[in-house]
């Protein structure tokens, strides 16, 4: 189906972990991204749910809070409210900002479960599982340390490697070390709720392979395809967890296990999407239900399995949903040519930037855009964005609509003049200016950002060309007809490039709106 014939858009961006503040490589990844995205189809007039919300749930929320000696619910607190702020702030256009410790998100995945479970989907096991015997708890995968069996990499978690990417159980680890008391744990059995993936081999390969092998980006299918053609095929993945912090499994024999917080967390997509329609007065299901609803998940490249696999499995099982129609994941942005890390503090926090950098939202939207990871990990220095600044956004596109406002206000008192006769070379430029909204728009329905922005660029480019070979300053002293009519187109120009900025540059966008 082809975009001109969706009714409706519903556009998800990960949700943020309430862990720790936000920083340049979670801009990066997906929420300048999906903002551009937005923006975009907003000034098409369609008709947009944009959706994010924090996550509160998963082992790490309880390390971070054990550390700091506070409550996990203090924690998520805290940090959902920073990175709300921040978000508004930075001009991240979300529709509806949630929470996963809502009720709202407890109903709807309690109600998730469920389903499957009457259904008889899930695979109830029991195995044997690390088990730490001087904190006398189960230990859930944050919670467990060791060596990656794949890369080597001796602070692998439970289950994944961040170094290499690697998707992990517990037991895959050499060494395991508890992460609560740094002793080696024993396995002792358990009793969890396994969904058995196997059995989603052949659509989730067809729906995602063949249904979507040329439309999806190079990156998202070859992870997929890294775990549908694996030589034994997909597993069995356990949706519940043994830990005192998150959604209990709705299950009487279940007592002291919630559901794994990535069984819950997509599923925040859903519920805050139903609370932000009853916020509205609206029905909220043809934006999950509907066939002619365009879903879009905006992810980092750490989160295609789930978004790809594990979550359109539970959509299927559950029956009534649609699938997403396109998961624009994005590699990972670096800092100074060094891995981004929270542990070591190596990271331009958003909260910072603002403060530091008051009223200069754009620039940093700007620069992230433009080396934006797409097709592969890129790296982000204050040199780039010092020479970016300087040389793009203020020699290129600054300096072409200060000259054209100043031109006219010196020659004309401010006031737009009358457009006469045209010349070649003015034809000529209005005809490239006509073309310039189709071109951008591909690019961003293909999710080529960097590619669109860089186009708007170009449109600056043409304009500062335009008037460098027209020089209306010297115009001006024998034919002042003529120079209104370049001034005119101009200004035109540069009101085209307010419009055609505002996905990209909001700020900006905004305060040339209010000049033109």
């Known amino acids: 189906m082809s975009d001109t014939k969706f009714k409706r858009y519903t556009v998800t961006s990960a949700l943020p972990y309430a862990n720790g503040p936000l920083h340049i490589g979670h801009l990066a990844g997906c929420y300048i991204p999906s903002d551009i995205y937005v923006r975009y189809l907003r000034s098409q007039g369609r008709d947009v749910a944009y959706i994010c919300g924090s996550d509160e749930h998963g082992v790490a929320i309880t390390i971070k809070a054990a550390k700091e000696g ?52 899930f695979l109830e096991q029991t195995t044997a599982q690390y088990y730490d015997e001087e904190a006398d708890q189960f230990l859930a995968d944050r919670y467990i340390e060791g060596t990656c069996p794949k890369c080597s990499n001796e602070h692998a978690y439970g289950d994944q490697c961040e170094k290499c990417g690697t998707s992990l159980s517990p037991t895959d680890l050499i060494n395991p070390k508890s992460k609560l008391s740094g002793r080696t744990p024993i396995l002792k059995d358990t009793t969890h709720w396994f969904l058995d993936l196997a059995r989603y081999q052949d659509f989730l390969k067809k729906w995602v392979l063949e249904e979507h092998g040329n439309d999806w980006k190079n990156n998202v299918l070859g992870q997929c395809r890294s775990w549908l053609e694996a030589g034994d095929g997909l ?15 709705p299950l009487p024999t279940a007592k002291g296990k919630v559901l794994y917080v990535w069984f819950d967390a997509p599923i925040g997509y ?61 590699e990972f942005l670096n800092l100074e040519g060094d891995k981004i890390s929270t542990s070591r503090n190596w990271a331009v926090w958003l909260h910072e930037y603002l403060e530091e950098f008051p009223g200069q939202q754009d620039l940093l939207r700007y620069v992230l855009t433009a080396n934006a990871p797409e097709t592969k990990d890129n790296d982000f220095t204050w040199k780039d964005f010092q020479v970016r600044t300087n040389s793009e956004l203020v020699a290129i596109y600054g300096n072409f609509v200060n000259r054209a406002v100043v031109l006219t206000q010196k020659f004309f008192d401010g006031i737009v003049p009358a457009r006469g006769e045209l010349r070649g070379i003015d034809q000529d430029l209005l005809r490239e200016l006509e073309a310039f909204p189709e071109k951008i728009a591909a690019s961003i329905e293909r999710f080529r950002f960097r590619e669109a922005q860089g186009l708007v660029m170009d449109l600056a480019r043409m304009g500062n060309k335009y008037l460098a070979d027209t020089e209306p300053w010297k115009e001006v002293k024998t034919d002042v007809a003529r120079t209104q009519t370049i001034l005119n187109i101009a200004l035109n120009v540069a009101a085209n490039l307010a419009i055609l900025s505002e996905p990209f540059l909001p700020f900006t966008a905004q305060k040339l709106s209010s000049t033109f």
Not at 303 to 315: E, G, K, Q, T, Y
């Open 70 to 121: 506070k409550t996990p619910q203090q924690v998520v607190d805290h940090y959902h409210e920073m990175m709300k702020g921040s978000f508004e702030q930075f001009g991240i256009s979300f529709n509806h900002y949630s929470r996963t410790s809502a009720p709202i998100h407890h109903e709807t995945a309690q109600e998730f479960f469920t389903n499957l479970y009457q259904k008889g989907e």
């Open 235 to 249: 597993q069995a993945r356990s949706m519940t967890r043994d830990l005192d912090w998150g959604i209990p499994v």
């Open 270 to 330: 859903i519920s805050a999407t139903k609370e932000w329609a009853k916020e509205k007065g609206i029905d909220w299901e043809p934006y999950w239900k509907d066939k002619d609803t365009k879903l879009v998940h905006f992810i980092g490249k750490d989160n295609i399995v789930f978004h790809c696999i594990i979550f359109p499995a539970i959509l299927k099982t559950h029956g009534g949903y649609i699938f997403p129609d396109n998961v624009p994941a994005n």
